[in-house]
């Protein structure tokens, strides 16, 4: 078993660990077979940069085992320097360091990579079926070995998973700073991606996963938590959500909230996974309650929850498309409609290599097809997509409420031909919202999104001690009688989350919390921990983070941004704005992405990790750093014309005088008819 003083020591070389055996470890689920149909040339560009992490006298053997694992995998994920260390979170002070700051990156990084966190550990993917926090195993001892000796005055430079070297910097500046899938615009297919990846120079981050800032499943818990109680009020009309069912698919990374959170709201929760492994990790969690036998099961089950009004969530195993297909049969059978909310959360930001399993096949079949035909496998995955929408429409027709749940869904089906464009409405308008559109676009607005925070000493005690924390400062912020309603409503929401979330049991790997909140709260939280800190009431240090998916860290058309109306939502300035204005405002690190939620080529997004340690310059920091980070977004979002944008950024301005944001005037849209424009009247 490798420590952490030897994966601090760079790659092992002499000797180099045994090679690996010719079948990789079935006691861990494994990326699916990739398939970037490289050119001769390219596969020798590929093993050429490989090889370049190690002394030329190993090339011979390695080059042969490199190629192996370039034709069997269709990536070289350096299988052999794989550490056998137990991979997690170990708290801060253990790792061997000259900065604090660095340990505290290294011990998310091997969260991100803790078997029990992440999807598929050995291939170095956090979440979302290819969120890599390294492309390959060399580049992270190389890494650790960085963040271990970097001293208060370097910087650490990440090219897409490459360790591009410390770079001399100062005490004030970030220790890390990582860009990952940056690619010059013209070149960002998803085929050009499948290339440049196998080649090994460019990698897909997702959001957290590729900026060491994913914490478990809790994140997306809350946010799924809030997104399903806002759609009952929004499309239902109800505050009570018992005896509503809500029908969805996916019990992968993100995914797996569903039915967790779907029990938090009170409803009926069915959830249909294709793969087994994934079905049942959520079933013996206990995040998922029931596991239907078949599809009449299935039924069976949810008409006693419906009538006894149970909280449960029912997983079933199987295609979602047989799930829609055998709802419309018994609605037209019967009239009775088993469903009112409905959503999606295959991975459809990777349709065609293993996010989206088509109906025709099943599980293994798919996972073959797609690395031998992957052209048939494409048709059926849009035949797939077109059925699901076909099954869907006719349910919308009937009564139920379905949302794009930020997965590129309704973009791949419109892709695949399916009928979800909106009647009469101009290109790329669906039927249905984004979940963005209608419900979370406006809590961004409003400067409330998904604040995190790790306590670096690994101890429950710790993060109790600051969920007590964050319960006393959102109980003072919901008193201001200066905020108005809408803001105090979500204060208190989030204020029930945080009394309970100790009790869900909601940790996964690190010592982590999530909470939503606004620029205000995520300030006084900052200060509160950072004073908890100082006072030796809070044992260890603490990073805050948040998830990408935010007010102002995102840009992306089809999800985050997808209720931006003046035509700027193809527009990134927000998102890189965003990661250069933390660097220079205190952030520990920064990372920026091409990707991520919807898809390569889909969005550019952005995060950061900010260590407290209870001094006066981390407070400072992280107040100057925080205002920015949110202000960014909701001015945007102001000048875009969203209201609560507009009254959010006015309030922050009259609280400091300082920041001086351009007024978007309201334009009276009867002036601007085509006949008025034609005639100049
Ligand atoms: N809404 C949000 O806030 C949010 C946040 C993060 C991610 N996402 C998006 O949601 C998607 C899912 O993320 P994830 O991390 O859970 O990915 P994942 O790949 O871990 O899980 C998706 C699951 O869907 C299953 N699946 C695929 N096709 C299926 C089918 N036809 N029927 C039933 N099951 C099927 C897969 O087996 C897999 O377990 C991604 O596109 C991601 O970008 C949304």
């Given at each position: 078993?490798?420590?952490?003083?030897?994966?601090?020591?760079?790659?092992?070389?002499?000797?180099?660990?045994?090679?690996?055996?010719?079948?990789?470890?079935?006691?861990?689920?494994?990326?699916?077979?990739?398939?970037?149909?490289?050119?001769?040339?390219?596969?020798?560009?590929?093993l050429e940069?490989?090889l370049r992490?190690f002394p030329s006298h190993h090339h011979k053997e390695l080059a042969?085992?490199?190629?192996?694992?370039?034709?069997?995998?269709?990536?070289?994920?350096?299988?052999?320097?794989?550490?056998?260390?137990?991979?997690?979170?170990?708290?801060?002070?253990?790792?061997?360091?000259?900065?604090?700051?660095?340990?505290?990156?290294?011990?998310?990084?091997?969260?991100?990579?803790?078997?029990?966190?992440?999807?598929?550990?050995?291939?170095?993917?956090?979440?979302?079926?290819?969120?890599?926090?390294?492309?390959?195993?060399?580049?992270?001892?190389?890494?650790?070995?960085?963040?271990?000796?970097?001293?208060?005055?370097?910087?650490?430079?990440?090219?897409?998973?490459?360790?591009?070297?410390?770079?001399?910097?100062?005490?004030?500046?970030?220790?890390?700073?990582?860009?990952?899938?940056?690619?010059?615009?013209?070149?960002?297919?998803?085929?050009?991606?499948?290339?440049?990846?196998?080649?090994?120079?460019?990698?897909?981050?997702?959001?957290?996963?590729?900026?060491?800032?994913?914490?478990?499943?809790?994140?997306?818990?809350?946010?799924?938590?809030?997104?399903?109680?806002?759609?009952?009020?929004?499309?239902?009309?109800?505050?009570?959500?018992?005896?509503?069912?809500?029908?969805?698919?996916?019990?992968?990374?993100?995914?797996?909230?569903?039915?967790?959170?779907?029990?938090?709201?009170?409803?009926?929760?069915?959830?249909?996974?294709?793969?087994?492994?994934?079905?049942?990790?959520?079933?013996?969690?206990?995040?998922?309650?029931?596991?239907?036998?078949?599809?009449?099961?299935?039924?069976?089950?949810?008409?006693?929850?419906?009538?006894?009004?149970?909280?449960?969530?029912?997983?079933?195993?199987?295609?979602?498309?047989?799930?829609?297909?055998?709802?419309?049969?018994?609605?037209?059978?019967?009239?009775?409609?088993?469903?009112?909310?409905?959503?999606?959360?295959?991975?459809?930001?990777?349709?065609?290599?293993?996010?989206?399993?088509?109906?025709?096949?099943?599980?293994?079949?798919?996972?073959?097809?797609?690395?031998?035909?992957?052209?048939?496998?494409?048709?059926?995955?849009?035949?797939?997509?077109?059925?699901?929408?076909?099954?869907?429409?006719?349910?919308?027709?009937?009564?139920?409420?379905?949302?794009?749940?930020?997965?590129?869904?309704?973009?791949?089906?419109?892709?695949?031909?399916?009928?979800?464009?909106?009647?009469?409405?101009?290109?790329?308008?669906?039927?249905?919202?984004?979940?963005?559109?209608?419900?979370?676009?406006?809590?961004?607005?409003?400067?409330?999104?998904?604040?995190?925070?790790?306590?670096?000493?690994?101890?429950?005690?710790?993060?109790?001690?600051?969920?007590?924390?964050?319960?006393?400062?959102?109980?003072?912020?919901?008193?201001?009688?200066?905020?108005?309603?809408?803001?105090?409503?979500?204060?208190?929401?989030?204020?029930?989350?945080?009394?309970?979330?100790?009790?869900?049991?909601?940790?996964?790997?690190?010592?982590?919390?999530?909470?939503?909140?606004?620029?205000?709260?995520?300030?006084?939280?900052?200060?509160?921990?950072?004073?908890?800190?100082?006072?030796?009431?809070?044992?260890?240090?603490?990073?805050?983070?948040?998830?990408?998916?935010?007010?102002?860290?995102?840009?992306?058309?089809?999800?985050?941004?997808?209720?931006?109306?003046?035509?700027?939502?193809?527009?990134?300035?927000?998102?890189?704005?965003?990661?250069?204005?933390?660097?220079?405002?205190?952030?520990?690190?920064?990372?920026?992405?091409?990707?991520?939620?919807?898809?390569?080529?889909?969005?550019?997004?952005?995060?950061?990790?900010?260590?407290?340690?209870?001094?006066?310059?981390?407070?400072?920091?992280?107040?100057?750093?925080?205002?920015?980070?949110?202000?960014?977004?909701?001015?945007?979002?102001?000048?875009?014309?969203?209201?609560?944008?507009?009254?959010?950024?006015?309030?922050?301005?009259?609280?400091?005088?300082?920041?001086?944001?351009?007024?978007?005037?309201?334009?009276?849209?009867?002036?601007?008819?085509?006949?008025?424009?034609?005639?100049?009247?």
């Amino acid at each position: 078993m490798t420590t952490l003083q030897e994966i601090c020591s760079g790659i092992p070389l002499d000797p180099m660990p045994p090679a690996p055996s010719k079948e990789r470890d079935d006691l861990v689920p494994h990326a699916p077979v990739r398939t970037p149909n490289l050119t001769a040339a390219e596969e020798i560009t590929a093993l050429e940069n490989s090889l370049r992490y190690f002394p030329s006298h190993h090339h011979k053997e390695l080059a042969r085992e490199f190629t192996e694992e370039l034709h069997q995998y269709g990536h070289i994920y350096m299988y052999r320097f794989r550490p056998s260390i137990a991979m997690r979170a170990y708290p801060i002070n253990d790792y061997p360091c000259k900065s604090k700051q660095a340990a505290a990156i290294m011990l998310m990084i091997m969260n991100n990579l803790d078997p029990i966190v992440a999807q598929f550990p050995h291939e170095l993917v956090t979440y979302g079926g290819n969120g890599h926090v390294f492309s390959n195993w060399a580049q992270f001892w190389i890494t650790f070995h960085y963040l271990s000796t970097m001293t208060g005055e370097q910087t650490l430079v990440m090219y897409s998973g490459h360790p591009m070297g410390l770079f001399p910097s100062s005490p004030g500046s970030p220790r890390a700073v990582l860009t990952n899938g940056m690619v010059i615009p013209n070149y960002s297919s998803t085929k050009d991606f499948e290339r440049m990846f196998a080649m090994g120079v460019t990698m897909y981050g997702q959001m957290t996963a590729g900026s060491y800032c994913y914490i478990g499943p809790q994140g997306i818990v809350h946010g799924t938590t809030l997104t399903i109680l806002n759609a009952g009020r929004k499309y239902l009309g109800v505050k009570d959500l018992g005896g509503k069912i809500f029908v969805t698919a996916g019990l992968g990374g993100m995914s797996g909230a569903q039915p967790k959170a779907g029990v938090i709201c009170g409803c009926v929760t069915v959830v249909a996974e294709v793969s087994k492994e994934a079905l049942y990790k959520r079933h013996n969690q206990g995040w998922l309650v029931e596991v239907a036998a078949d599809l009449n099961d299935l039924i069976v089950r949810v008409r006693i929850a419906k009538d006894e009004k149970r909280a449960v969530s029912i997983g079933y195993h199987g295609n979602i498309v047989d799930v829609w297909e055998h709802l419309v049969k018994i609605y037209e059978e019967t009239g009775d409609r088993l469903v009112d909310l409905g959503s999606d959360q295959t991975s459809l930001h990777n349709p065609f290599n293993g996010g989206y399993y088509p109906a025709q096949l099943s599980f293994e079949e798919s996972n073959e097809m797609m690395k031998d035909d992957p052209t048939k496998f494409k048709a059926l995955v849009e035949e797939s997509l077109r059925r699901q929408v076909t099954a869907i429409n006719k349910l919308s027709k009937a009564g139920m409420s379905f949302w794009d749940y930020g997965n590129a869904f309704l973009l791949q089906a419109s892709r695949a031909g399916a009928d979800v464009l909106k009647e009469g409405a101009a290109m790329g308008i669906f039927r249905y919202p984004t979940y963005v559109q209608d419900i979370m676009g406006d809590i961004f607005s409003m400067g409330f999104g998904p604040y995190r925070w790790v306590c670096g000493s690994g101890l429950a005690e710790d993060l109790q001690k600051t969920d007590d924390i964050a319960t006393q400062v959102l109980t003072e912020l919901a008193k201001d009688d200066k905020a108005p309603e809408w803001v105090i409503g979500q204060i208190k929401d989030n204020l029930k989350w945080i009394q309970e979330a100790g009790k869900h049991k909601l940790v996964v790997g690190s010592q982590a919390r999530i909470l939503y909140c606004d620029q205000k709260g995520r300030m006084k939280l900052a200060h509160a921990f950072n004073e908890a800190i100082a006072r030796g009431e809070v044992k260890g240090h603490i990073v805050l983070s948040r998830d990408h998916h935010d007010v102002s860290g995102t840009d992306s058309p089809f999800r985050e941004t997808s209720n931006i109306y003046d035509g700027s939502s193809f527009c990134a300035d927000m998102a890189v704005q965003n990661c250069i204005g933390d660097a220079f405002r205190g952030a520990t690190w920064v990372a920026i992405h091409n990707g991520g939620g919807c898809g390569w080529g889909e969005v550019i997004n952005g995060g950061f990790g900010l260590v407290l340690d209870g001094s006066k310059a981390a407070n400072d920091r992280a107040e100057s750093m925080l205002a920015w980070d949110v202000s960014n977004g909701v001015a945007r979002r102001a000048w875009c014309g969203n209201t609560y944008a507009k009254d959010a950024i006015l309030r922050t301005m009259e609280e400091n005088t300082r920041l001086v944001v351009t007024p978007s005037h309201q334009v009276d849209r009867s002036l601007l008819s085509p006949a008025h424009v034609v005639n100049g009247s």
